[in-house]
């Protein structure tokens, strides 16, 4: 196990988990490398984008309902703030939700903050965190600043929790630590399993769901009740007491591995609470893993044999008549590991040939020792032995990519990229709903949408006819990791 919970802080992916951001090759020799200990991370001379890891720690437990995020940082890091605020309250409200007890709050560091130390600045924007908001947790987000001058978060903390009557928890996000921003995931859930979860008192009925925001709740809460068993959707819209129970749940599962591995390893490792190591729920194959895993971990393999009997009758046929409409189209798929090779995996079963495979980062192996499961199905049972590359979300890699391979349409989980493949003609899809294709329903509904989007191609070809690219027919001919660092790896 990668997780060691009597540390103060996760530690990088890099470390950790071995990760990487930068590779050019293809799926099989991603693997071989990875496996013989041959595949070193790459730098690059040039880089166009990025994002830190504190936006990732921060978003995921800003979205907890009574919880408060001090970000120990300039005001301009609380950029965060903005990216969560309107989708948090928008959520709330729809599930009925009152969350007027969370906040995000910045220090505002200044130049006299970085020369004489801030920390009883901190203790006075927490204190009075606590004041306004009366939160159930307080979580201080560290920054670049602050971990640069060496702020002292464990000791200010465990100070405040002497005065206060909450849990105060800080949250080791310095962007300067890791180049692969998912380690703040990381970083999050370390301080949630830390502070916050509570040795069990009993076991319950309750599966955690580990997500992003949970757009199908009603579907899976239906799905879960045929097996007898109610999910607790992480951590979007949950309070800090049902956070504080998680180790009673009777599992745990995950709908992306990226987002998922370090909290399902922990509860396992502390709390004996399995954790499902399967492919996530997208498509056929995915669908089918994530609810055998389930039912193996609950006992309840029979029924949910059953069920997927049902929904297969239903479904499937329907499937195979969009899939003959589908069959030769060619794609690039662009998203973080976890959704990329899931979403290759289910393009794949429509008949979709991949052009190509552009992941965010990649993880050697996850928090329980092993390659990610998405990944080895992949090297194991795709037809294919694809192009793939590992980039940072760099969009000029991006963009050389997609004019060399040319597809009929492109995927992401990114709404930028997705733009600036239509800029170049070719049609695309944001998959940003990380359910849109969820089980057998969510596969057929994306392949139609798909179906829709090839053979409606106007506002694409309109948008290309009148889109001057900065790009040069220069770049456009080079290899796509022209600016890899030859000497690193």
């Given amino acids: 196990m990668a997780v060691h919970l009597n540390n103060s802080e996760s530690g990088t992916r890099e470390n950790r988990l071995g990760s990487i951001t930068a590779y050019h090759g293809t799926l099989r020799d991603l693997n071989t490398k990875s496996g013989c200990g041959s595949l070193g991370d790459k730098g690059r001379c040039y880089s166009q984008a990025s994002l830190c890891n504190a936006a990732c720690a921060l978003s995921q437990l800003s979205f907890i309902t009574d919880a408060a995020v001090v970000h120990h940082a300039p005001a301009g890091c609380a950029v965060t703030a903005m990216q969560v605020s309107n989708a948090k309250d928008q959520l709330a409200e729809s599930l009925g939700l009152d969350n007027s007890r969370s906040g995000y709050v910045c220090t505002d560091m200044n130049d006299s903050d970085v020369i004489f130390g801030a920390t009883e600045n901190l203790k006075d924007v927490v204190r009075e965190t606590w004041s306004r908001y009366k939160p159930s947790a307080i979580f201080i987000g560290a920054s670049c600043v602050s971990g640069i001058i060496g702020e002292d978060l464990e000791s200010t903390a465990a100070e405040l929790m002497e005065e206060l009557p909450v849990p105060v928890a800080p949250v080791h ?54 097996f007898g068993v109610e999910p607790l959707f992480l951590t979007s819209n949950t309070t800090i007491d049902q956070l504080s129970r998680l180790g009673e749940a009777a599992a745990t599962i995950s709908t992306c591995g990226t987002l998922g591995t370090y909290l399902g390893a922990g509860l396992e490792e502390k709390y004996g609470v399995p954790y499902v190591k399967s492919l996530q729920p997208h498509g056929i194959a995915g669908f089918e893993s994530w609810l055998r895993g389930l039912g193996e ?42 959704f990329n090779f899931n979403t290759s995996r289910a393009i794949q079963e429509l008949g979709i040939e991949i052009a190509h495979a552009a992941a965010w980062h990649f993880d050697k192996q996850y928090d329980d020792g092993k390659a990610p499961d998405a990944f080895t199905y992949q090297v194991e ?26 597809p009929d349409i492109f995927f992401s989980r990114h709404a930028g990229s997705t733009v600036w493949a239509m800029k170049l003609g070719i049609p695309a899809i ?48 080079q290899r796509t990791d022209h600016f890899y660092s030859k000497e690193n790896g």
């Avoid at 609950?298 to 049902?310: N, P, Q, R, S």
């Avoid at 991006?398 to 040319?406: A, C, G, P, S, V």
């Avoid at 057998?440 to 053979?455: C, E, M, P």
Wanted: charged residues 25%; contains cysteine.
């Fill in 430 to 477: 944001c998959v940003y709903d990380e359910y849109a294709i969820f089980g057998y329903r969510g596969l057929l509904n994306f392949a139609s949408s798909i179906h829709d989007v090839v053979t409606n191609r106007s506002f694409t070809d309109n948008l290309a006819g009148r889109v001057r690219l900065p790009y040069t027919d220069w770049w456009f001919r």
């Fill in 381 to 406: 049972h795709s037809p294919t032995d694809y192009s793939l590359s590992v980039n940072d979300l760099q969009n000029h890699e991006l963009l050389n990519i997609l004019q060399r391979e040319k």
């Fill in 173 to 226: 996000c310095e962007g300067f630590k890791t180049k692969i921003w998912a380690s703040g995931f990381d970083g999050a859930y370390h301080a949630i399993l830390t502070h916050i979860v509570k040795p069990p008192q009993k076991k319950t009925n309750t599966v955690n769901v580990i997500n992003f925001f949970g757009s199908a709740r009603k579907q899976i809460t239906e799905i879960f009740a045929n």
């Fill in 297 to 338: 971990a609950l006992g309840k393999e029979a029924e949910v044999e059953a069920f997927l009997d049902k929904e297969r009758s239903i479904y499937l046929p329907w499937i195979d008549a969009i899939r003959a409409k589908l069959k030769g189209l060619r794609a690039v798929v662009g998203m973080g590991p976890g």
